[in-house]
């Protein structure tokens, strides 16, 4: 018998049966499917097995969260159902089948971009940890920065700068090999193609707008001459010049026979493609890309920059959803070749990861108690403020909605501060909280405002809405319909908590409950519960949180606050975790009256919200841990 076979059987059932499944695949946490009809999978119904942590569509896969335990699963899965898993890249392609002409251009984009973000996030990092040591004057009255006044720091600065020119210089490198890999081509030829556009024969393509005309070299072939220019961090060429190669490649073997192609393929597709890249797509991409950098930067920096801000704020996390969200990378990267060599646009990337993390923060305060949504807001807070949006977004934000509408929101308002006061990045890759790296110093402290923003918008605006809006199920999960009927606290009568001899009980100001005159002398916790709040000073009183975030609190006696503790004893401490019909709080019945107060004890349901479906029992004798007194139905 396997570990989830009963989950197993059900999930083959609730996606649509075996002939429902064009193609399945698993990552480290989630099963993939691609299904021939997306609409009979119940969605609620997969939600509610035990092993299943979420659910949600991307890129034309129904992606099924199942956690760290996943390959078991899907071995599992796969070995009931009979059906052989694939790949994800057999996934992938089979995924397209169930997308629209965009979604495949964008999910194309995507997959050219993704192997390169390591190396993105890598080189950003780099450039910020360089940016403070050799940036940022600390001392000397703030003349001076650590590179400045240390030799070895100096030279760490200077050594650092290797990696990234690597990386972001020589982008067009990765590019090209990004593409020859996404499209089933020669790598090697792609490398190859992608070294051409960045030689250092060429002249460098950051240092084209400042070299006049005049002094620019050319390959002079008598009939026509070819301005030398490399295309250092230029993406649009890159991309252009990557899919030349492709398609010359794919051609060329398509016709060539077997017995010469290792010759003649790679000969021909190379060949010209360099050719085309630094003759035609070449120079096509860089006034491409030039154009788009100078719409984006003319609008982050015109009068209706904070419009602008406002518009990428609110829109990049439903971006990120449909996968459009990759086009920004070619453009920040662009904006990078421009003459300022910074971005405007990717701090406001970055803000967007802090704000749609901010709202799962607050999902997961409020959902504390639940321990099953717990296991996908942690993780998903945590990736989301170090830059990785999809798990927050598809597995938290989205699936309740005003989540995402709170963090899309203080995005916007994040963004506004951001462009407004001009916060410039000098690299991208590092999104989230360590995205401060990639911004220049001097943009730090308005940075910081900005990510305060992005933190405390998005918290404050899910936490009020989702008190509000999740239901008890959502905030503490299945188990808080566990908690019916609560046990009397002491043995003796009970009587309906409108004749207590104390005004803020009758009438209820506290809450709805219960009261008892005791027959005997020990408080019993009514339910398992935690001790929230206690009366240290005075023992006379405490207040519990059932599982289910209900709240009481249990009052001994009236007014025997004036007693100072005298006549009581404490069995708990804030903090603990006590089970039903465990020992709270011992007192003395002779001082109490003593004292002339009457010896009354209250049980109260004191959270708003709670009292529906309350039923109280009065009027019979009861016994501590065992008589009913207060129900749910």
Known sequence: MGKYENDVIRLLELIGGRDNI????HCMT?????????????????????????????????????????????????????????????????????????????????????????????????????????????????????????????????????IGEAVFHLLPV??????????????????????????SQLL?????????????????????????????????????????????ERFFKKICPEVISMIVVPFCSLVPAVIIAHTVVGPIGWTIGNAIGDIVYAGLTS?????????????????????LHHMTNAIDSQLLN????????????????????????????????????????????????LGVTEPALFGVNLKYGFPLVCGMIGSCCAAMISVGCGVEALSIGVGGLPGILSVKPEYW??????????????????FIVGRIRLSREDRFGKEADSVKELKSVLDGKVIPIDQVQD???????????????????????????????????????????????????????????????????????????VKAGQKLIEFDPEKIRAAGHPCTTMLVVTSEGSTAGLTMYSGMDAKAGETTVISWS
């Open 303 to 323: 009068d209706i920059r904070f419009l602008f801000a406002a518009v990428f704020g609110l829109l990049y996390a439903p971006l990120v959803m449909t996968g």
């Open 204 to 248: 460098n393509g950051f240092s084209v707008s400042s070299t006049p005309a005049d002094e620019i070299p050319v390959w002079d072939f008598g009939f026509i001459q070819v301005e030398m220019i490399g295309y250092q961090g230029q993406v649009i060429a890159a991309m252009l010049a990557g899919f030349v190669l492709v398609y010359l």
């Open 30 to 162: 989630r099963m993939r499917f691609v299904l021939v009809d997306p609409k009979k999978a119940d969605e609620k119904g997969i939600e509610e097995l035990p092993s299943v942590k979420g659910t949600f569509t991307q890129a034309g896969q129904y992606q099924i969260i199942i956690g760290n335990d996943v390959a078991v699963f899907y071995r599992e899965f796969t070995s009931y159902a009979g059906i052989e898993g694939v790949s994800k890249d057999a996934v992938k392609a089979a995924a397209k089948t169930n997308q629209n002409i965009v979604q495949k251009i964008m999910g194309t984009l995507g997959e050219i971009f993704a192997p390169l973000i390591p190396a993105l996030i890598c080189g950003g990092l780099v450039l910020g940890f360089r940016n403070v040591i050799g940036e940022i004057n600390f001392f000397n009255d703030g003349t001076q920065s650590l590179a400045d006044i240390s030799q070895f720091w100096a030279g760490t600065y200077s050594f650092l700068w290797l």
């Open 338 to 385: 421009t003459p300022a060599h910074s971005t405007i646009l990717w701090p406001m990337i970055a803000l967007s990861n802090i704000a749609q993390g901010s709202s799962v923060l607050a999902m997961s305060v409020l959902q504390k108690r639940n321990e099953r949504a717990q296991q996908v807001n942690v993780p998903a807070c945590i990736s989301c403020y």
């Open 503 to 577: 005004e803020v009980f009758s009438q209820k100001i506290m809450g709805d409950g219960i009261a008892i005159e005791p027959s005997n002398t020990t408080v019993t916790a009514p339910a398992d519960c935690d001790v929230t709040v206690v009366m240290a000073d005075t023992g006379h009183a405490c207040g519990l949180t059932l599982a289910n975030g209900v709240e009481l609190l249990i009052h001994v006696g009236v007014d025997t606050v004036d007693m100072g503790g005298d006549g009581f004893h404490l069995l708990v401490k804030e903090g603990d975790h």
């Open 445 to 462: 402290l308005v940075f910081l405002l900005a990510m305060a923003v992005a933190v405390a918008v998005p918290f404050v605006l899910t």
């Open 22 to 25: 064009q193609a399945v695949s």
């Open 174 to 199: 990765g590019i090209v090999w990004s593409i020859t890999k996404k499209m089933g081509t020669t790598q090697i030829l792609g490398i190859i193609l992608g070294l051409t556009l960045v030689s």
